[in-house]
């Protein structure tokens, strides 16, 4: 069996009253397209299919780094026309999955049932029960509880309106199969629209058995319409990642209060405090602990480190038992050794700080390399831009920076090099000695305190 997956994102999404396509609204930081381009990939189809239309270009741009066949609908008259722009891919022998744009939450196995359920010669439709079943196609049984057909909210009868099975919009079935009921489908609806939910009235006309497949787990079928459903979309997809670090043995001080948008993997023992907002790649070693308000993207964080409050990380690796923040912001390709301390108010960028060095305060440190041992003062400044190009400072291992110093790159300070307070350090300063460079201080004896004008 070869299967192709189909999803519809041509619509334009008027409920959510936003210039952003519907598709690329964010779910957990990544367009909602995207959650259902991964779960269409997952399933291993011979070809991911997307329909584009309303911002097309916008969305092709977004999922450029995505390999799926587009197809075009340059007027979005229904999810039935959605679907037959890419009917032209489609061979009749293959089995058709259908997936909606907007239902992100959709997971691999349910999908994996309702696929061997089409088999060869049925229709498969994956339906849910919904305590408010409102704007849902209405699933319509005869008395023995076969299928007839779908009913759209705006088309129901007021007896319909109380159906609580509803449409998840996915279904399955042969590409021949399917061919035939889109090729037949009418507008003659309240939409004026050719509704993809009209072939299950079609296949049972055929005599073409329709089975439904009812997901005990709702939350599956989330369909995203407006700016309310987005967020309780949010929260579901939340729960289903901070309930994952639960079980792995995770502290999550209040799992309300986590934002994973992207892979998080954690070691044993590892604290999460409250406010914390993970994206990207991050991987965080046993025993981190990770104050409140942080933001750490794309970053390797090693055993027994602290991030202590309000920290920004992005694309950094810290090696084990450093002690990092409050305040601290870290910019990309800062690589530190283990026992590495950054305090409140620095902020480092494309760096290497060795084992043990400390930089406690209100610095920066920009393009530079600093040995073991190093000790950075209050408010030491490296001046790694001259207006025009960026260049790199060396501090080598055992120096001992005083407060308020800038090192004028690009320049190297010696091994075991002492800086004095409020040097201005614009060559290289020699292993082993103190150099200072700054004005002499001198006292101006015969001073007097200026008088107010008469
Ligand atoms: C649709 C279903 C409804 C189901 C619900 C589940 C139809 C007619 N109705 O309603 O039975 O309960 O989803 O969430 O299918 N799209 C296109 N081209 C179009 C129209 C829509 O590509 O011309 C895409 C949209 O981008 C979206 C998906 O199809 O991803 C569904 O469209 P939407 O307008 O949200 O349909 P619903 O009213 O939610
Ligand atoms: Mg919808």
Redesign the pocket.
């Known amino acids: 069996m070869q299967l192709r997956t189909l999803i519809?994102?041509?619509?334009r999404?008027t409920r959510m009253r936003s210039s952003l396509p519907?598709?690329l609204q964010p779910l957990a930081g990544r367009p909602l397209l995207e959650h259902v381009i991964d779960v269409a990939e997952d399933l291993e189809p011979i070809g991911v299919h997307v329909?584009y239309?309303f911002g097309g270009d916008h969305v092709m741009k977004a999922m450029e780094h995505r390999k799926v066949e587009w197809h075009e609908?340059a007027d979005?008259?229904?999810?039935?026309?959605?679907v037959n722009q890419a009917m032209g891919a489609v061979h009749d022998d293959d089995v058709v999955l259908v997936l909606?744009?907007?239902?992100p939450l959709i997971q691999e196995e349910t999908l994996q049932q309702l696929v061997h359920l089409a088999g060869e010669s049925a229709l498969a439709l994956l339906t849910v029960k919904l305590n408010n079943p409102y704007?849902?196609?209405r699933i319509v049984r005869d008395a023995r509880g076969h299928v007839l057909s779908?009913v759209?909210?705006k088309d129901t009868s007021e007896e319909q309106r109380d159906i609580n099975e509803?449409?998840?919009?996915v279904l399955a079935c042969k590409g021949g199969l399917l061919r035939r009921w889109i090729n037949a489908l009418e507008n003659n609806n309240s939409q004026g629209?050719y509704?993809?939910?009209d072939v299950v009235a079609l296949a049972v006309a055929a005599n073409v058995p329709v089975h439904a497949f009812v997901t005990a787990n709702a939350e599956e079928?989330f369909?995203i319409?407006d700016k309310k459903h987005l967020a309780e979309a949010e929260a579901m997809y939340r729960k289903r990642v901070t309930d994952q670090l639960l079980i792995q043995g995770v502290t999550l001080v209040d799992p309300l209060r986590v934002d994973v948008r992207g892979d998080l993997a954690c070691g044993q023992d590892v604290y999460i405090d409250t406010n914390v907002t993970f994206i990207g790649k991050v991987k965080l070693g046993d025993g981190v602990h990770v104050g409140p308000n942080c933001v750490i993207r794309d970053t390797q964080i090693e055993d027994g480190t602290v991030i202590h409050p309000n920290c920004v990380i992005e694309e950094a690796h810290f090696g084990p038992r450093c002690q990092i923040g409050p305040f601290a912001r870290v910019r990309p390709q800062t690589y530190l050794g283990s026992q590495v301390k950054l305090g409140n108010f620095v902020e480092v960028k494309k760096s290497n700080i060795a084992k043990g060095s400390k930089v406690s305060h209100l610095s920066y440190v920009g393009d530079t390399t600093m040995g073991e041992g190093c000790n950075l003062g209050a408010g030491t400044i490296t001046c790694n831009y001259d207006g025009v190009n960026k260049h790199k400072t060396k501090i080598n291992a055992g120096v001992f920076v005083g407060s308020g110093t800038q090192l004028v790159a690009p320049v190297e300070v010696g091994e075991g090099a002492f800086i004095g307070a409020g040097s201005v350090i614009t060559k290289d300063a020699p292993a082993g000695k103190l150099s200072i460079g700054r004005g002499r201080q001198v006292t101006i004896e015969d001073w007097k305190k200026p008088q107010k004008n008469k």
């Open positions: 519809l994102a041509a619509g999404g519907k598709v329909v239309g609908q979005q008259l229904g999810t039935g026309h959605a909606y744009g907007d239902v704007g849902y196609g779908i759209e909210e509803v449409n998840t919009g629209e509704y993809l939910t079928a369909g319409n």
